[in-house]
């Protein structure tokens, strides 16, 4: 499918073998706030210190380190986990030898501004920021500072503010990377998948704000001018997500049936809110035989608790980029030449067993393309466009 030329877009071929989180791979659990795939960090020994908002990571044989990277996060997340294991993973199999010091600093500006203060004076060589909102904070404090910073799992910042266009880098200390495809992309795939498609509900949670700002308002302007309703289904708070989905996804479905009452050419689309998207089981519940489809290839599930497809940038995907940004930068290149980092095309995850349950045709070419699929029985058989072998 055709994307605009006038953005820049890194593209990462399937051949690249990475590890899909969906194949639940044993983990090392560090602390209640982090835990590591265990295939991907082999290479590298953990330690959590006193103070247990840090965590150093080093690699497993001794020697020599040559670069120092601190890792600024908000608070646990399986997608930071997910990310921060892909970028151990790049970083080993390329032999950068290289320390991690992991730091949760969650919502406290002071000690962000700390942590970056001591950096200085530490030695450290490049800064990786996980989650917008830890983002746009570094880069509210930090902007324009001595050490380059790498944005990762993070929304698009162009749409966030923070950059103003996609061909150009920052000409500061940033390197951005971003975890959407454009809604005029998102919107060509779903007119595959339903070409007379008259509703498209966007569940996502009021209090994340980039996914309000990058994933559901850049829906509405495609959407109208393709005669399609966009249906907001915002949960205000995300510490009731589950109870409030209860009531709006039940009124969102009543809107649907006004255009469309038979609902075959409606369906349902979950954003990166993650309070939202861990509420599968019970959307499915409600959505019946409605198509869910989600922005975030992790909500594609073994089993019947997933999403039917996605079309969007998985986290592993990201990070690989992310990983990539930052050996240039490591290398010599300097963060504010690097364009914001898009990936293209954006990932696909199919559930056919997902499908088969609510009588949906996925198009061929959806198959071709896409980098995960589970079969008619929920298992994987394709994981980041490498074939599973499945035991029998």
């Not at 892909?86 to 406290?108: C, H, M, P, Y």
Request: neutral net charge; contains cysteine; aromatic residues 8%.
């Amino acid at each position: 499918m055709p994307m605009s030329s006038s953005r820049f877009f890194l593209v990462l071929c399937l051949g690249i073998v990475l590890t899909n989180t969906a194949l639940a791979a044993p983990k090392r659990h560090i602390t209640d706030w982090l835990s590591l795939d265990s295939e991907k960090t082999k290479q590298w020994s953990t330690h959590l210190r006193a103070d247990e908002r840090y965590v150093d990571i080093s690699p497993t044989q001794s020697g020599e380190v040559d670069k120092r990277i601190l890792v600024l996060m908000e608070r646990p997340s399986s997608a930071y986990d997910t990310a921060l294991s892909q970028i151990l993973a790049v970083f080993g199999n390329k032999n950068i030898r290289s320390t991690f010091e992991v730091v949760r600093v969650g919502k406290d500006l002071p000690f962000i501004e700390a942590t970056l203060k001591k950096a200085e004076t530490d030695d450290i060589d490049m800064v990786y920021a996980l989650g917008s909102s830890t983002v746009a904070n570094v880069y509210k404090l930090y902007k324009n500072g001595s050490l380059p910073v790498v944005s990762v799992c993070a929304k698009d910042p162009v749409l966030l503010g923070q950059m103003s266009g996609y061909e150009t880098g920052s000409q500061n200390n940033f390197a951005f990377t971003s975890l959407n495809a454009p809604a005029e992309t998102l919107f060509k795939y779903l007119l595959s998948l339903k070409p007379d498609l008259k509703n498209v509900a966007v569940l996502y949670a009021e209090q994340n704000t980039s996914s309000v700002q990058t994933q559901y308002k850049p829906m509405i302007d495609p959407a109208q001018k393709m005669g399609v309703s966009i249906i907001g289904v915002g949960v205000k708070d995300r510490t009731q997500a589950a109870e409030e989905l209860r009531t709006l996804i039940p009124a969102a479905i009543a809107q649907m049936k006004e255009s469309d009452p038979t609902l075959q050419n409606s369906v349902f689309w979950i954003t990166g809110s993650t309070s939202v998207f861990q509420e599968i089981a019970l959307i499915n519940s409600y959505t019946k035989n409605i198509p869910v489809l989600s922005a975030v290839t992790d909500v594609v599930q073994p089993g019947l608790d997933s999403a039917v497809l996605s079309i969007g940038i998985g986290f592993d995907t990201n990070a690989h980029l992310a990983a990539i940004y930052g050996l240039d930068i490591l290398s010599g290149r300097p963060a504010g030449e690097l364009p914001v980092g898009l990936v293209s095309p954006p990932d696909i995850a199919i559930n056919f067993l997902k499908a088969r349950q609510i009588n949906m045709k996925i198009p061929f070419d959806f198959f071709e393309i896409s980098n995960f699929i589970y079969d008619q029985n929920g298992q994987p058989v394709r994981m980041s466009g490498e074939k599973v072998m499945v035991k029998k």
